[in-house]
């Protein structure tokens, strides 16, 4: 149990999802930390959160699986009793070409980043529409508005948050529950370390800022999406990408 609003992380073990996590934190959120296979990286997350006054937990959770997301919000309800912000931001990239796409590749993006939004949602909306309260945060991305060659995979699954985003805002907006979008630019992350130079400097080009994100920038947009001051926001789709989707 805790006294504190409690906020549910998908992916927190490392990169943007750890980077949200020790700003809520920071905030004075009880924040609990899933991961799907860094245990010990969450584990360090729930350290330094702790390190700096805050309090947190380790869950860990697939959340491509429906069966396992259930026993997850489950079990965050049985011992924490209510959800008042849930980030979707577990995320995975498979690239390649569309004529060189396996159906596998395709299948894991699209069941981790968008099946797996759906999942969490289904368990963690039940509780925040008992509570007539909620904040669900989605990470979608620059590419699910503009595509991206190599991408269709992860492109089509981040334009799919932005459907779900929109139509989950509809259906809960009347019991005080707001669900947006963050779309994030080029993140310096593990996701994007391991991309060939010449792509990182054509990316580079591409934003009018003439830098990349760190995954702070984005922690601090879910911070204030998850804040009172956001509590008249539903529906909407912020870029956090200095520019480039415009
Ligand atoms: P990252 O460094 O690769 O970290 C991915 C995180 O997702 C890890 O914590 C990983 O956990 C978790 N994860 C992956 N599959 C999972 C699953 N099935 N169940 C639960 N957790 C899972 O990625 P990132 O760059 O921080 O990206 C975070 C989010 O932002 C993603 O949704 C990504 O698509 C989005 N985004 C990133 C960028 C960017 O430039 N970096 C741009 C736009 C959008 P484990 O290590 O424990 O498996």
Same mark, same amino acid.
């Given at each position: ?14 990169? $943007?999802?750890? #980077?949200?996590?020790? &700003? ?15 245990? &010990? ?12 006054? !805050? ?21 965050? $309800? ?12 577990? !995320? ?32 963690? #909306? ?23 060659? !190599? ?7 981040? #334009? ?32 994007? &370390? ?12 591409? $934003? ?34 200095? !520019?480039?989707?415009?």
């Amino acid at each position: 149990m805790t006294d504190k609003k409690v906020a549910v992380v998908t992916g927190a073990s490392r990169g $943007i999802g750890r #980077a949200i996590a020790l &700003e809520l934190g920071r905030r004075g959120i009880f924040v609990v930390v899933n991961y799907n296979g860094s245990a &010990e990286k969450a584990e360090a997350v729930r350290e330094e959160i702790a390190a700096a006054g !805050g309090e947190a937990c380790v869950m860990q959770c697939d959340v491509s699986d429906y069966g396992a997301c259930e026993t997850f919000l489950k079990q965050v $309800i049985k011992e924490y009793k209510r959800i008042d912000i849930l980030v979707n931001n577990a !995320g995975v990239t498979r690239d390649g070409l569309l004529m060189q796409m396996k159906e596998e590749d395709f299948d894991v993006v699209l069941n981790t980043n968008l099946k797996g939004a759906f999942h969490t949602i289904r368990f963690a #909306a039940r509780q925040m529409l008992k509570q007539r309260s909620g904040r669900i945060i989605n990470l979608s991305s620059v590419v699910g508005i503009r595509g991206n060659g !190599g991408q269709v995979n992860y492109s089509a699954s981040k #334009a799919g948050v932005i459907g779900l985003t929109k139509s989950a805002a509809k259906e809960l907006a009347s019991r005080g529950i707001t669900v947006n979008a963050i779309a994030p630019g080029f993140i310096e992350t593990e996701m994007t &370390e391991v991309l060939p130079e010449e792509v990182k400097e054509a990316t580079l080009k591409e $934003i009018p800022l003439q830098k990349f994100g760190k995954p702070e920038d984005v922690a601090k947009t879910v911070a204030f999406l998850a804040s009172d001051e956001a509590a008249y926001i539903t529906g909407q789709v912020l870029c956090v990408d200095g !520019g480039m989707a415009m």
